[in-house]
């Protein structure tokens, strides 16, 4: 019994001996055994043209998986760096817009000057854009969509995807523009006037070229009138008469002056007026 109880515990003891050692031994594992932790030792060319392979074929999820597992082995490899780049793009086809942000950013990172950089600023825009929410919701994708292709204009201005980021930018600062329009009539609504021209400025002078200007300055007559600043009142109606002369707005802010014994003047130390300097919106 004695040396029964003997083995057992030589067993056991061998049994740990083998979870102890590396896991890349042969000595711990039994015949006809295969190690699960072995590298892929294919060569990142290899993994490379199968990966875009796989894209061209619409396999999307095996595509990124195997430029992962290319980026995963060879982290510092040409391939590894045109692997960052289609993982981008196969993320955005597949809706997965943070992943495709990631992977775009992640080389924009370590490869800030390549030709590719355009590219992968232009998906950043893109993911976000297809983001952009309705506009009673906050509005943060569409700030970082509208950042994205601004920075892709300024940065690459011969790249062939700046006619669509410029597109794309008009439609995002439109939208941003129409959330502080909301924003400022719900104030105006509630009578806070201070609070209602702060948002009405932020379109004057940040969005002044998108389609809310002309109802941003009528608001600022309205919101100016109320706190019987006229002189200010005065301003954004004379400016608005000046660029949208014959829109409804100026015909209201026209009229609402008019009530009161005032009309348009314009003072030019104003900052309506200065926001408007050298500034044809006609």
Known sequence: MKQQHRGLSLTGLA??????????????????????????????????????????????????DKFRELDRLYPYSEYAKRSL???????????????????????????????????????IGQSYYAQIPD??????????????FSELIQRYPDS??????????????????GKEMQIGRYYLKKRNYIAAINRFKTVVLEYQTTRHVEEALFRLTESYYSLGVVNEAQTAAAVLGHNFPDTAWYKNAYALLNEGGYAPSEDSGSWISRAFDGINVL
């Open 85 to 123: 780049v289609n993982m981008a793009f196969i993320n955005y086809r597949r809706g997965n817009y943070t992943d495709a942000i990631t992977s775009a950013r992640r080389f924009l990172t370590l490869y800030p000057g390549n030709e590719d950089a355009a590219y992968a600023l232009y998906i």
């Open 15 to 64: 049994k740990m001996v083998c979870l102890l050692l590396p896991l890349g031994l042969a000595a711990c594992s039994s015949t006809g055994d295969q190690d699960d932790y072995a590298l892929n030792d294919t060569p990142p060319e290899v993994l490379y043209n199968e990966g875009l392979a796989l894209r061209s074929q619409g396999n999307l999820k095996a595509a990124d």
């Open 135 to 148: 506009i009673t919701r906050d509005q943060r994708v569409t700030m970082e969509a509208a950042q994205a």
């Open 160 to 177: 062939e995807y700046v006619a669509d980021s410029r597109t794309k930018l008009i439609a995002a600062e439109d939208q941003l523009a």
